[in-house]
């Protein structure tokens, strides 16, 4: 009898929790108190961020300092690309105040230089960058071969276009292997700033790490205050497309050479996020009263007409 | 015979009739009939990748994205790599192939079933089994009891006397008595004698196949005489034979030239309104997307122009690019690659599949599965799951939908004594039980499956009380009910309407067994006497006389009338004497009335022989009149039907199904409005729709409408809707709604559609929309269509139609869902709707709760994927204006390919195969939950404006914070952040926190799957992550893979993890804020109710509200009639009483 009645409820669905629907579950409602306490509490976090980033910021010391007025001549000069032979040199001094304590970074910066142009990142061959195949210069567009037929090593636009400040633009005039003659180990694809330039900007105004103060004798402490002053053989023309260029000097801190940035949003986005409760707990009670008040006065009415 | 015997004429006829000899397969051949497999498969092993492919790009999106990949194959406007598109492209393709190729495996499998089921073919004078599939057009085929009919075909002979055959077309037209057909006499004659049938060469010459079901004209000529064929003499492919031996016939039609084949036309694909919103929102996006790329183009010329035609020295010109407006021309395309994933294309593949789960839910519910038919509910269409959450109007049939077409016999008032309730000995009316049925075993002739509770009635009837043994012998006397006896004591009555078959049933097991009938006597059995009576006259039943009656000659020789009727024909009609009686049986009536029973009155009459004589004389005067027959036979009959002595009363329950008031009443508090169409008549419409609850007691006056031409009707429209409100405003005013909901309607269609004619259709769907309950009676198939077809074009809103038969099915395929149920009557009903279970109060889940679900979780799902994509692709919009509208990206190309299809893909399916914000109690607790659903509030125009706005601000986050981040900013290793691979890492990071998060915010129901979806994709991301930036990927594809060591590099970046907190803060506490403050501001209905239950979950559960289910305590009469005809005229004509006494004799032919 029991075979029967099984065979005629052969068709009967699986009684699992996952058939019926009826998984265990926590169910997320939120609350009223919820709620506030979530915007609260993510009020009191970004408002301590944020001072704590501000305050972190602004212990770092920075000096920028903007030589395309500076050396206008050689900027003027570079515009015109048949005086690439011509060279250029352009001295800047400077009086750092303050010492900068620490550790201190050199970097090079340009302002309206668009390493983030689709062509121009594309414009790269990373089997030649990693010596697998010198010849693959397929993806280099438009700088692939010479004249010559020969191909580029580097090839592409990105290479083509390093900045820096004993080559110049637009054709390399040293072989990839003679970037730098003191050290032969940081030549040919290895070279340091050779890989800095390779790793495009991701916007047009970016700076690049050049150099790090080698901290012996005298910069042990970090980069005294005093007189000093950079000499550059001004090579790069940015002036024909509104560019500018500068160096700069940092000291670092726990997070890098965090910005203002971070902290601001972080400030400003916890004071608006506890004005935002603020108001909300405002609302919530008001429409609270309001509801009572209505629902007592309906009670009230109810209650009249049931006298009646 | 060989092929050039072919009648010339016709050879060439060929193309407009078809020509076929019996036995000559040659002829089958020459006309290349096709041979009688059917086909309902798409494809095979090789057309299949060709034909489902080319389908699948019919579609718009998926055209869309194949022209994308041919734009991206073109190197001037490139802007992503060509796997970017073809990846997700393959997916979406291989999942709805694999679908297609189950789908389609399963029609093979049916389809072989059916063609490899085995026959009795004439094969050179034997029978010889052979399967179905090898039936040739001119075969001889042998068909035995409860066979199939293999297909079209010719009867030639039966085993039945005048070679009659019955046949049920339950599968073809839903209609369950059973048809009778006949073969011509010249082919009759061959019986079962295999050597004439193998001789046999009639030639017949008949129309082409066509899908008519009730028509068929054809000559057969034989031994050169001409016989004239129609559709009474074809045996359809689709029927069973039943109550016949055996037959034989010629095949005419075969496999795809069949009727039933012919008929199965190809299935309209019902669009779901969310697939319409969706459509028009895919142009929205489509358009939005030419004007953003219109905005970059522009941008890009104007740099170009300032800039870009300057930094040529870095970056030259392509030879392509003349100037700055070609480069933009170009730049167009560009952006329209970079965006398209705007038009997500993973969408309606994930809809799909979405649907198909929430359909296989159906399949799976335990709570739809009716266990005494070991039937489940089934979701036959997978694509309409979230219109089933919309639903305004349902559309019922009566028979067999609302009720379950069983007639039971229930109580009976007979001398004024009521028979049918158990009393107990203080008196009060005691439940019955299974155990306290009685015991008809001292009945040797009584039907088991009849029960009956009440013992008094038994006692009376051995007692011999004389009032009781005549009410008895009167019921199985006056019917037009056909006996069938094929074991000796095993009866089975064949009734013309089931309520008649339930009195005949009941007098039966009472001991006055009616045993069979020709067409001069009845032979009734009664206390275990055979006595044979003499059959003098059936006045038959009509729609305007509501009643019928037998005159009888007695074995005694005394002549009696023997009548039932409506209560309110009979009483007029009663002798005077019997007014005391007849009162106290009107109680009776008013207390069956009230429990919704179908009552008869009972009376009879004894006639004088002279009197009888001379009306005999008049009645057959009457019956061969040829002008105004009916109205002469009508006065004849009234002449007899008086000076009624009443017998009694009887009451039959047509058995409501289960829990179908409850349904009801659940139905429309949803504010569901249920429409009962029907073909049956006005009163037993309006007894059902009172005893469901469609019709209640409190609401206001019927109006009835039963014009018969379109004047009338259309002034009847107006009275009644000048009625609910004076000045007839429009129905969309809301206090006219709020006046018409106590009003209710009920339309009962005259034969010609006046209602459904022109304007006056218009009317009728103002005045019926008005009112709460509607009910049209009289409907036929076509019209129940048209009715729907008129709520669906006028508002605009979700139509559902609920049937079980055949005349259901074209209400079902018209309205939006069509749900059958699959219960008495044939497989018509259940074969086209969309849904089908077997009971009606299953809707209610398969509406409340499963609709509810599909709508909330495919609004869900469709608000968060569009959301999604907007935040993820907008971020190159605004990317485009610090690299001088290059059609960069931010992202990896690999981030690109996989952010749709991978890493966040499986929580938004988790959810919308999970979530539900309410559980399946509360759903049907509360049932004004399904409000949102019908107006359709959680997704529309509206809400796609919101998410591209919530999506326009999150890119908006997700592009500026990291920017703010990284400009001008270094790593802790004073190395610059600010690198692109460095900012999309970042970018992308975010965007995967920021959509999970969201996810996260609108799942409602966390269960262990959508933890897992959710973190297992983040965790997914991060693997991929490091696997798709390693260092060993990188060194064998460098051209590919051209981020490594990124993730590693990054992911340790104090900046990174700052900037993702303070994203997915400020993405989040918006939502969580507008969640909070939208119920505050902007309350919904719904939200109350959401708190209440949300209150009540924290607190134990109340008793669940049961609908109070309530009496009827007006009295309406319904008499138990079927509506049509009667068997008289049959049973007169003596045609289809099978006995085999009658054989021997000559046919008697009554005319």
Same mark, same amino acid.
């Given at each position: 009898?029991?075979?029967?009645?099984?065979?005629?409820?052969?068709?009967?669905?699986?009684?699992?929790?996952?058939?019926?629907?009826?998984?265990?579950?926590?169910?997320?409602?939120?609350?009223?108190?919820?709620?506030?306490?979530?915007?609260?509490?993510?009020?009191?976090?970004?408002?301590?961020?944020?001072?704590?980033?501000?305050?972190?910021?602004?212990?770092?010391?920075?000096?920028?300092?903007?030589?395309?007025?500076?050396?206008?001549?050689?900027?003027?000069?570079?515009?015109?690309?048949?005086?690439?032979?011509?060279?250029?040199?352009?001295?800047?001094?400077?009086?750092?105040?303050?010492?900068?304590?620490?550790?201190?970074?050199?970097?090079?910066?340009?302002?309206?230089?668009?390493?983030?142009?689709?062509?121009?990142?594309?414009?790269?061959?990373?089997?030649?960058?990693?010596?697998?195949?010198?010849?693959?210069?397929?993806?280099?567009?438009?700088?692939?071969?010479?004249?010559?037929?020969?191909?580029?090593?580097?090839?592409?636009?990105?290479?083509?276009?390093?900045?820096?400040?004993?080559?110049?633009?637009?054709?390399?005039?040293?072989?990839?292997?003679?970037?730098?003659?003191?050290?032969?180990?940081?030549?040919?694809?290895?070279?340091?700033?050779?890989?800095?330039?390779?790793?495009?900007?991701?916007?047009?105004?970016?700076?690049?790490?050049?150099?790090?103060?080698?901290?012996?004798?005298?910069?042990?402490?970090?980069?005294?205050?005093?007189?000093?002053?950079?000499?550059?053989?001004?090579?790069?023309?940015?002036?024909?497309?509104?560019?500018?260029?500068?160096?700069?000097?940092?000291?670092?801190?726990?997070?890098?050479?965090?910005?203002?940035?971070?902290?601001?949003?972080?400030?400003?986005?916890?004071?608006?996020?506890?004005?935002?409760?603020?108001?909300?707990?405002?609302?919530?009670?008001?429409?609270?009263?309001?509801?009572?008040?209505?629902?007592?006065?309906?009670?009230?009415?109810?209650?009249?007409?049931?006298?009646? | 015979?060989?092929?050039?015997?072919?009648?010339?004429?016709?050879?060439?006829?060929?193309?407009?009739?078809?020509?076929?000899?019996?036995?000559?397969?040659?002829?089958?051949?020459?006309?290349?009939?096709?041979?009688?497999?059917?086909?309902?498969?798409?494809?095979?092993?090789?057309?299949?990748?060709?034909?489902?492919?080319?389908?699948?790009?019919?579609?718009?999106?998926?055209?869309?994205?194949?022209?994308?990949?041919?734009?991206?194959?073109?190197?001037?406007?490139?802007?992503?790599?060509?796997?970017?598109?073809?990846?997700?492209?393959?997916?979406?393709?291989?999942?709805?192939?694999?679908?297609?190729?189950?789908?389609?495996?399963?029609?093979?499998?049916?389809?072989?079933?059916?063609?490899?089921?085995?026959?009795?073919?004439?094969?050179?004078?034997?029978?010889?089994?052979?399967?179905?599939?090898?039936?040739?057009?001119?075969?001889?085929?042998?068909?035995?009891?409860?066979?199939?009919?293999?297909?079209?075909?010719?009867?030639?002979?039966?085993?039945?006397?005048?070679?009659?055959?019955?046949?049920?077309?339950?599968?073809?037209?839903?209609?369950?008595?059973?048809?009778?057909?006949?073969?011509?006499?010249?082919?009759?004659?061959?019986?079962?004698?295999?050597?004439?049938?193998?001789?046999?060469?009639?030639?017949?010459?008949?129309?082409?196949?066509?899908?008519?079901?009730?028509?068929?004209?054809?000559?057969?000529?034989?031994?050169?005489?001409?016989?004239?064929?129609?559709?009474?003499?074809?045996?359809?492919?689709?029927?069973?034979?039943?109550?016949?031996?055996?037959?034989?016939?010629?095949?005419?039609?075969?496999?795809?030239?069949?009727?039933?084949?012919?008929?199965?036309?190809?299935?309209?694909?019902?669009?779901?309104?969310?697939?319409?919103?969706?459509?028009?929102?895919?142009?929205?996006?489509?358009?939005?997307?030419?004007?953003?790329?219109?905005?970059?183009?522009?941008?890009?010329?104007?740099?170009?122009?300032?800039?870009?035609?300057?930094?040529?020295?870095?970056?030259?010109?392509?030879?392509?690019?003349?100037?700055?407006?070609?480069?933009?021309?170009?730049?167009?395309?560009?952006?329209?690659?970079?965006?398209?994933?705007?038009?997500?294309?993973?969408?309606?593949?994930?809809?799909?599949?979405?649907?198909?789960?929430?359909?296989?839910?159906?399949?799976?519910?335990?709570?739809?599965?009716?266990?005494?038919?070991?039937?489940?509910?089934?979701?036959?269409?997978?694509?309409?799951?979230?219109?089933?959450?919309?639903?305004?109007?349902?559309?019922?049939?009566?028979?067999?939908?609302?009720?379950?077409?069983?007639?039971?016999?229930?109580?009976?008032?007979?001398?004024?004594?009521?028979?049918?309730?158990?009393?107990?000995?203080?008196?009060?009316?005691?439940?019955?039980?299974?155990?306290?049925?009685?015991?008809?075993?001292?009945?040797?002739?009584?039907?088991?499956?009849?029960?009956?509770?009440?013992?008094?009635?038994?006692?009376?009837?051995?007692?011999?009380?004389?009032?009781?043994?005549?009410?008895?012998?009167?019921?199985?006397?006056?019917?037009?009910?056909?006996?069938?006896?094929?074991?000796?004591?095993?009866?089975?009555?064949?009734?013309?309407?089931?309520?008649?078959?339930?009195?005949?049933?009941?007098?039966?097991?009472?001991?006055?067994?009616?045993?069979?009938?020709?067409?001069?006597?009845?032979?009734?059995?009664?206390?275990?006497?055979?006595?044979?009576?003499?059959?003098?006259?059936?006045?038959?039943?009509?729609?305007?006389?509501?009643?019928?009656?037998?005159?009888?000659?007695?074995?005694?020789?005394?002549?009696?009338?023997?009548?039932?009727?409506?209560?309110?024909?009979?009483?007029?009609?009663?002798?005077?004497?019997?007014?005391?009686?007849?009162?106290?049986?009107?109680?009776?009536?008013?207390?069956?009335?009230?429990?919704?029973?179908?009552?008869?009155?009972?009376?009879?009459?004894?006639?004088?022989?002279?009197?009888?004589?001379?009306?005999?004389?008049?009645?057959?005067?009457?019956?061969?009149?040829?002008?105004?027959?009916?109205?002469?036979?009508?006065?004849?009959?009234?002449?007899?039907?008086?000076?009624?002595?009443?017998?009694?009363?009887?009451?039959?329950?047509?058995?409501?199904?289960?829990?179908?008031?409850?349904?009801?009443?659940?139905?429309?508090?949803?504010?569901?409005?249920?429409?009962?169409?029907?073909?049956?008549?006005?009163?037993?419409?309006?007894?059902?729709?009172?005893?469901?609850?469609?019709?209640?007691?409190?609401?206001?006056?019927?109006?009835?409408?039963?014009?018969?031409?379109?004047?009338?009707?259309?002034?009847?429209?107006?009275?009644?809707?000048?009625?609910?409100?004076?000045?007839?405003?429009?129905?969309?005013?809301?206090?006219?709604?709020?006046?018409?909901?106590?009003?209710?309607?009920?339309?009962?269609?005259?034969?010609?559609?006046?209602?459904?004619?022109?304007?006056?259709?218009?009317?009728?769907?103002?005045?019926?929309?008005?009112?709460?309950?509607?009910?049209?009676?009289?409907?036929?198939?076509?019209?129940?269509?048209?009715?729907?077809?008129?709520?669906?074009?006028?508002?605009?809103?979700?139509?559902?139609?609920?049937?079980?038969?055949?005349?259901?099915?074209?209400?079902?395929?018209?309205?939006?869902?069509?749900?059958?149920?699959?219960?008495?009557?044939?497989?018509?009903?259940?074969?086209?709707?969309?849904?089908?279970?077997?009971?009606?109060?299953?809707?209610?889940?398969?509406?409340?709760?499963?609709?509810?679900?599909?709508?909330?979780?495919?609004?869900?799902?469709?608000?968060?994927?569009?959301?999604?994509?907007?935040?993820?692709?907008?971020?190159?919009?605004?990317?485009?204006?610090?690299?001088?509208?290059?059609?960069? %990206? /931010?992202?990896?190309?690999? $981030? @690109?390919?996989?952010?749709?299809? !991978? +890493?966040?893909? &499986?929580?938004? *399916?988790?959810? =919308?195969?999970?979530?539900?914000?309410?559980?399946?109690?509360?759903?049907?607790?509360?049932?004004?939950?399904?409000?949102?659903?019908?107006?359709?509030?959680?997704?529309?125009?509206?809400?796609?404006?919101?998410?591209?706005?919530?999506?326009?601000?999150?890119?908006?986050?997700?592009?500026?914070?990291?920017?703010?981040?990284?400009?001008?900013?270094?790593?802790?290793?004073?190395?610059?952040?600010?690198?692109?691979?460095?900012?999309?890492?970042?970018?992308?990071?975010?965007?995967?926190?920021?959509?999970?998060?969201?996810?996260?915010?609108?799942?409602?129901?966390? %269960? /262990?799957?959508?933890?897992? $979806? @959710?973190?297992?994709?983040?965790? !997914? +991301?991060?693997? &991929?992550?490091? *696997?798709?930036? =390693?260092?060993?990927?990188?060194?064998?594809?460098?051209?590919?893979?051209?981020?490594?060591?990124?993730?590693?590099?990054?992911?340790?970046?104090?900046?990174?993890?700052?900037?993702?907190?303070?994203?997915?803060?400020?993405?989040?506490?918006?939502?969580?804020?507008?969640?909070?403050?939208?119920?505050?501001?902007?309350?919904?209905?719904?939200?109350?109710?959401?708190?209440?239950?949300?209150?009540?979950?924290?607190?134990?559960?109340?008793?669940?509200?049961?609908?109070?289910?309530?009496?009827?305590?007006?009295?309406?009469?319904?008499?138990?009639?079927?509506?049509?005809?009667?068997?008289?005229?049959?049973?007169?004509?003596?045609?289809?009483?099978?006995?085999?006494? &009658?054989?021997?004799?000559?046919?008697?032919?009554?005319?």
């Amino acid at each position: 009898m029991e075979r029967r009645s099984r065979l005629q409820l052969s068709r009967l669905p699986d009684i699992t929790a996952m058939k019926q629907q009826q998984l265990p579950a926590y169910q997320l409602h939120f609350s009223a108190t919820m709620v506030f306490s979530i915007f609260f509490a993510s009020g009191v976090f970004c408002l301590f961020m944020g001072i704590f980033l501000i305050l972190s910021a602004k212990s770092i010391q920075k000096v920028e300092i903007n030589y395309t007025k500076t050396c206008g001549n050689c900027a003027k000069l570079r515009e015109d690309a048949f005086n690439h032979n011509k060279i250029c040199t352009c001295s800047i001094p400077f009086v750092l105040a303050k010492s900068m304590e620490g550790n201190v970074f050199m970097y090079y910066k340009l302002y309206g230089f668009y390493q983030n142009l689709y062509r121009y990142i594309l414009s790269r061959s990373n089997s030649q960058l990693l010596s697998k195949d010198l010849k693959a210069v397929e993806d280099c567009a438009p700088f692939k071969v010479s004249h010559k037929e020969i191909p580029f090593a580097p090839c592409g636009a990105i290479a083509n276009s390093m900045f820096n400040g004993t080559t110049k633009p637009p054709y390399w005039p040293k072989p990839i292997y003679e970037l730098d003659p003191d050290d032969p180990e940081n030549n040919g694809f290895l070279n340091d700033d050779f890989i800095v330039w390779m790793r495009t900007a991701a916007f047009p105004t970016f700076k690049k790490l050049y150099r790090r103060l080698h901290r012996i004798h005298y910069f042990i402490e970090g980069l005294p205050a005093g007189n000093y002053s950079f000499n550059i053989t001004y090579n790069f023309p940015v002036t024909k497309f509104q560019g500018e260029k500068s160096v700069v000097l940092s000291t670092l801190t726990w997070s890098g050479g965090s910005s203002l940035f971070l902290g601001l949003a972080y400030t400003v986005t916890g004071a608006m996020t506890w004005l935002a409760s603020f108001a909300m707990l405002a609302i919530h009670f008001m429409l609270k009263q309001r509801k009572a008040s209505t629902s007592k006065w309906q009670s009230k009415a109810l209650k009249g007409q049931s006298r009646k | 015979m060989s092929v050039s015997e072919i009648p010339h004429e016709n050879r060439q006829n060929g193309g407009e009739k078809r020509y076929l000899k019996a036995n000559h397969e040659q002829v089958s051949v020459f006309f290349e009939y096709p041979n009688n497999t059917i086909k309902t498969s798409k494809y095979n092993a090789f057309n299949f990748l060709p034909l489902n492919l080319f389908e699948q790009f019919q579609r718009l999106a998926n055209a869309y994205f194949l022209i994308l990949l041919f734009l991206q194959l073109i190197p001037q406007i490139s802007s992503l790599p060509w796997y970017t598109t073809v990846i997700p492209l393959v997916v979406v393709l291989s999942i709805t192939g694999v679908k297609d190729a189950i789908d389609d495996m399963k029609r093979h499998q049916n389809d072989n079933q059916v063609n490899n089921r085995s026959v009795l073919r004439l094969v050179k004078g034997r029978m010889e089994e052979d399967k179905w599939m090898n039936v040739q057009v001119g075969d001889i085929i042998k068909l035995e009891n409860d066979q199939p009919v293999t297909a079209d075909m010719l009867l030639l002979s039966s085993s039945e006397p005048y070679s009659l055959a019955y046949v049920e077309t339950a599968d073809l037209d839903g209609e369950t008595n059973l048809k009778v057909k006949q073969a011509i006499t010249c082919t009759s004659d061959m019986k079962d004698n295999l050597d004439l049938l193998s001789a046999f060469d009639g030639e017949v010459t008949c129309e082409l196949p066509n899908n008519k079901l009730h028509r068929f004209t054809g000559i057969l000529s034989y031994k050169g005489k001409d016989y004239f064929l129609d559709h009474d003499k074809l045996l359809l492919r689709g029927c069973v034979i039943r109550n016949t031996d055996w037959c034989y016939g010629l095949v005419i039609y075969t496999g795809p030239d069949t009727k039933l084949m012919q008929n199965s036309g190809k299935y309209t694909f019902k669009q779901t309104h969310v697939d319409r919103l969706m459509n028009i929102l895919v142009l929205w996006i489509f358009l939005f997307l030419i004007v953003m790329c219109l905005m970059l183009a522009i941008g890009h010329g104007i740099w170009e122009n300032k800039i870009g035609y300057y930094f040529q020295i870095f970056l030259p010109w392509e030879n392509y690019v003349s100037s700055s407006f070609v480069s933009s021309l170009f730049i167009f395309w560009s952006y329209f690659i970079v965006l398209n994933t705007m038009v997500p294309i993973s969408l309606y593949v994930s809809v799909e599949l979405i649907r198909l789960g929430n359909s296989y839910y159906i399949n799976w519910d335990q709570k739809m599965f009716y266990a005494p038919k070991n039937t489940p509910a089934q979701a036959r269409t997978t694509t309409l799951n979230e219109e089933l959450g919309q639903v305004k109007y349902v559309f019922s049939d009566k028979t067999g939908t609302l009720t379950q077409n069983i007639m039971i016999f229930h109580k009976c008032s007979i001398n004024g004594t009521l028979y049918g309730d158990v009393i107990d000995k203080t008196g009060e009316k005691v439940a019955v039980s299974e155990k306290d049925k009685i015991d008809f075993a001292y009945n040797k002739l009584a039907d088991p499956k009849f029960s009956f509770y009440d013992k008094t009635l038994v006692e009376a009837v051995t007692k011999g009380d004389p009032w009781v043994h005549l009410f008895f012998l009167s019921l199985s006397l006056c019917h037009t009910v056909m006996s069938e006896e094929k074991v000796e004591g095993e009866l089975v009555y064949q009734a013309q309407s089931p309520d008649e078959g339930a009195l005949v049933t009941a007098a039966r097991n009472f001991g006055f067994v009616f045993r069979s009938r020709t067409s001069e006597t009845i032979t009734v059995v009664e206390m275990g006497e055979t006595r044979v009576y003499q059959l003098l006259a059936i006045l038959d039943f009509n729609n305007v006389r509501k009643r019928m009656s037998v005159i009888v000659r007695t074995p005694e020789n005394r002549v009696m009338l023997f009548c039932k009727g409506a209560d309110t024909i009979i009483c007029e009609l009663l002798h005077p004497a019997c007014i005391s009686l007849c009162d106290v049986t009107l109680e009776h009536l008013d207390d069956f009335a009230s429990e919704g029973l179908r009552t008869l009155m009972v009376a009879y009459r004894e006639l004088d022989n002279k009197f009888f004589r001379t009306w005999s004389v008049k009645h057959g005067e009457a019956c061969l009149s040829l002008d105004n027959r009916e109205k002469k036979l009508s006065i004849v009959y009234e002449e007899v039907e008086k000076d009624l002595m009443l017998l009694g009363a009887t009451a039959i329950e047509d058995k409501l199904q289960d829990g179908v008031p409850e349904t009801v009443m659940t139905l429309s508090k949803a504010k569901i409005k249920i429409w009962v169409l029907t073909g049956d008549k006005q009163e037993t419409a309006v007894n059902i729709a009172y005893s469901c609850n469609i019709f209640e007691d409190e609401m206001d006056e019927v109006f009835t409408v039963k014009g018969k031409d379109s004047e009338t009707v259309r002034q009847e429209l107006r009275k009644a809707r000048s009625k609910m409100k004076p000045d007839s405003l429009l129905d969309s005013d809301p206090v006219n709604i709020f006046l018409a909901k106590k009003h209710k309607a009920l339309f009962t269609m005259p034969e010609e559609a006046h209602a459904l004619e022109g304007d006056v259709e218009l009317e009728l769907l103002r005045v019926a929309c008005m009112c709460k309950g509607v009910i049209c009676c009289r409907m036929t198939p076509l019209q129940k269509a048209q009715v729907v077809e008129l709520v669906k074009r006028y508002k605009k809103v979700v139509t559902l139609a609920i049937g079980d038969g055949a005349n259901d099915v074209s209400m079902i395929k018209a309205a939006h869902i069509g749900v059958g149920i699959s219960g008495q009557e044939g497989m018509q009903a259940m074969l086209n709707s969309d849904f089908a279970f077997s009971q009606f109060y299953y809707l209610q889940r398969l509406i409340l709760v499963h609709g509810r679900w599909s709508y909330n979780r495919m609004c869900k799902f469709l608000s968060y994927f569009f959301y999604k994509n907007f935040a993820f692709t907008l971020v190159h919009f605004w990317y485009a204006f610090f690299n001088g509208f290059s059609a960069q %990206t /931010v992202y990896d190309n690999w $981030f @690109i390919t996989c952010y749709n299809l !991978i +890493y966040t893909s &499986l929580p938004v *399916l988790g959810m =919308s195969l999970f979530d539900q914000d309410v559980n399946d109690t509360w759903s049907l607790c509360f049932p004004e939950l399904y409000e949102p659903g019908q107006l359709n509030l959680y997704f529309n125009k509206k809400e796609f404006m919101k998410c591209l706005i919530h999506g326009i601000y999150s890119s908006l986050v997700l592009f500026f914070i990291p920017m703010g981040a990284v400009y001008n900013s270094e790593r802790s290793d004073g190395k610059e952040i600010s690198d692109y691979q460095s900012f999309s890492l970042i970018v992308q990071t975010s965007l995967i926190w920021v959509v999970t998060t969201q996810i996260a915010l609108k799942i409602t129901y966390w %269960t /262990v799957i959508s933890h897992f $979806f @959710i973190w297992g994709s983040l965790g !997914i +991301y991060f693997c &991929l992550l490091f *696997l798709l930036y =390693s260092d060993g990927l990188c060194q064998m594809f460098p051209n590919v893979f051209q981020f490594p060591g990124v993730a590693r590099n990054t992911l340790n970046q104090p900046q990174m993890w700052l900037s993702i907190v303070l994203i997915v803060v400020l993405c989040m506490l918006p939502v969580i804020g507008y969640q909070f403050l939208k119920p505050l501001f902007w309350p919904v209905s719904v939200d109350k109710i959401l708190k209440r239950i949300h209150y009540c979950m924290k607190h134990p559960l109340p008793p669940p509200i049961r609908p109070r289910r309530r009496r009827p305590g007006l009295r309406r009469s319904a008499y138990a009639f079927s509506h049509q005809h009667g068997f008289g005229a049959l049973i007169t004509s003596g045609k289809t009483v099978k006995s085999k006494a &009658l054989k021997k004799n000559s046919f008697p032919a009554k005319k």
